[in-house]
Nanobody, 126 residues
Framework: QVQLVESGGGSVQAGDSLRLSCLAS????????LGWFRQAPGKERQFVAG????????NYADSVKGRFTISRDNAKNTLYLQMNSLKPEDTAVYYC???????????????????WGQGTQVTVSS
């Protein structure tokens, strides 16, 4: 049974940083494509960043490029999202997602990810 567990969310001021983690279990981590999504109240789930299983290809939403960095540690079965220069509009519940088997390209479509974590709240105040 696949489990994804996010951690690292919290309440911060604009300009601060946070690092989210997503610990995976139940399936071979290093063959999965992984992604981060977020959902603000009243809005659809939005792609934030993704990385393919090989780890050589990553993709970011335009709104976070240059501020957020996705990375993975296959030895620890953990996906990370380093978030710098946070803005109030980054406020949302952040979810990690995984799909097997991995592919060459990173998908931004949430429907293509079969496994999801429970989410972690990030609140950025001005």
């Amino acid at each position: 049974q696949v489990q994804l567990v996010e951690s690292g969310g919290g309440s911060v001021q604009a300009g601060d940083s946070l690092r989210l983690s997503c610990l995976a279990s139940g399936r071979t981590f290093n063959t999965a494509d992984l992604g981060w999504f977020r959902q603000a109240p009243g809005k659809e789930r939005q792609f934030v960043a993704g990385m393919n299983w090989i780890g050589g290809t990553s993709n970011y939403a335009d709104s976070v490029k240059g501020r957020f960095t996705i990375s993975r540690d296959n030895a620890k079965n953990t996906l990370y999202l380093q978030m710098n220069s946070l803005k109030p509009e980054d406020t949302a519940v952040y979810y990690c997602a995984a799909r097997w088997p991995g592919r060459r390209t990173v998908t931004t479509n949430p429907d293509e990810y079969g496994f999801w974590g429970q989410g972690t709240q990030v609140t950025v105040s001005s």
